[in-house]
């Protein structure tokens, strides 16, 4: 009776403990097959872009490549203006020259030279159009001479124009600036005077300022060069006098 009571408590006590195990092995084969269910996840699950903190706020890294500079732009830019912005044109001018003899002017012929540089054209970006023509340096040089006299007293003058004026205005299209100018420069005389053979040089220099306005128009030959033209009205002032220059200039721009 002993024996069998023995039995029956220690098949009691052993149920429970075998039931218990089997729930670990269960609950322990359960979360490793979840882990393995999100290590899977993580492999498959989309990737989150990298964020930079900014005082604005986060910036992904593919906004961060976008704010920087595109190395094309300028390329292309350089592409569609590859003219350097220096320009030369022969001139042929009226001059209206201002006589110290009494009222009036002479008009005499001048032919001249101009060299020019539009900076905006290096210097700006190349959307921004006012400033890339607006604005030229150009150095002028004119020349003109004439005769007087009888045959028994005569004389000849030469003068020689040289300016250095900044030409600042509007273009319109790319195509036509119109424009004001202004700057400092000399001229240079010489003077010949013949009294009966006798001959008697006189030479003098005198600086000047010259003023006005004209508009000149660029038309785009090629991708590397453009012809030039203008049509200006300009006055130097010389000592106390006025020379007025009517000019007709025709050249290339490079």
């Known amino acids: 009776m002993k024996i069998r009571l023995l039995l029956l408590a220690a098949l009691t006590l052993a149920f429970p403990l075998r039931a218990h195990a089997q729930d670990d092995d269960s609950s322990s084969s359960s979360s490793s097959s979840d882990s393995m269910n999100d290590g899977s996840d993580s492999d498959t699950a989309p990737k989150k872009h990298h964020k930079r903190r900014t005082k604005d706020g986060d ?14 732009k300028e390329k292309l830019a350089r592409i569609d203006e590859p003219r350097i912005g220096l320009g030369v044109e022969a001139t042929l001018s009226l001059d209206l020259l201002d006589k110290s003899a009494g009222p009036g002017f002479k008009g005499i012929p001048a032919a001249g030279l101009r060299v020019n540089w539009a900076p905006g054209v290096l210097w700006t970006d190349p959307e921004d159009e006012f400033w890339r023509y607006a604005l030229l340096a150009e150095l002028s040089y004119d020349y003109t001479g004439y005769s007087d006299g009888t045959t028994a007293v005569n004389s000849s003058t030469h003068i020689h124009y040289l300016n250095a004026h900044v030409m600042f205005g509007y273009p319109v299209q790319k195509v036509l600036l ?77």
């Open 59 to 72: 910036v992904t890294a593919e906004e961060e490549l976008a704010e920087e500079p595109d190395p094309t």
């Open 178 to 254: 119109v424009y004001a100018a202004l700057g400092p420069g000399m001229a240079f005389e010489t003077e010949s005077v013949d009294i009966q053979g006798s001959n008697t040089p006189v030479s003098g220099l005198k600086f000047l300022l010259a003023y006005g306005g004209g508009a000149r128009l660029t038309i785009q030959a090629n991708e590397h060069w453009a012809i030039a033209a203008r049509m200006e009205l300009m006055a130097q002032r010389r000592g106390y006098m006025d020379d007025v220059f009517l000019t007709f200039g025709v050249g290339g721009a490079f």
